[in-house]
C-alpha cells in the first residue's frame, strides 16, 4: 500500500513561495506518473502539474512560470516549488500518485496553501 505524507503548506502573502513536499513510502515516483492536485471550497480538485517517468511535464495554464514540479528518487520526495503565489491559488493541494501497472490512483492527506492579498 502506497502511503504518500505531504507538508510545506501555509499562509503567505500575495508574491510570495512555499515549497510542497510529498514523501512516499516507497521509491514510486520515477515509475509512475505523478503529480500535484488543488482544490479550492466549492470547486472541484483540478490537475496542476503532472511528471512522467521520461520526465515529461504538464502545467496547467494559470500556473505556468510560477510553479515547477521535481522528485528526488534518492529521497522518495515529490516537491511543488511555488513562486510568484496569487490568493486565487488559495486551496487545499494534494499529490498524487497513478499507476501506470494497475491504474490506481494514491493520494497524500492534503495540505492547506493560503495566499493573502
Known amino acids: 500500500q502506497v502511503q504518500l505524507v505531504e507538508s510545506g503548506g501555509g499562509l503567505v502573502q500575495a508574491g510570495g513561495s512555499l515549497r510542497l513536499s510529498c514523501a512516499a513510502s516507497?521509491?514510486?515516483?520515477?515509475?509512475?506518473?505523478v503529480g500535484w492536485y488543488r482544490q479550492a471550497p466549492g470547486a472541484r480538485r483540478e490537475l496542476v502539474v503532472s511528471?512522467?517517468?521520461?520526465?515529461?511535464?504538464y502545467y496547467m495554464n494559470s500556473v505556468q512560470g510560477r510553479f515547477t514540479i521535481s522528485r528526488d528518487s534518492a529521497k522518495n520526495t515529490m516537491y511543488l516549488q511555488m513562486n510568484s503565489l496569487k490568493p486565487e491559488d488559495t486551496a487545499v493541494y494534494y499529490c498524487?500518485?497513478?499507476?501506470?501497472?494497475?491504474?490506481?490512483?494514491?493520494w497524500g492527506q492534503g495540505t492547506q496553501v493560503t495566499v493573502s492579498s
Open positions: 516507497g521509491n514510486i515516483f520515477s515509475i509512475n506518473v
Open positions: 511528471i512522467s517517468p521520461d520526465g515529461r511535464t
Open positions: 498524487n500518485v497513478h499507476s501506470l501497472v494497475g491504474g490506481e490512483d494514491y
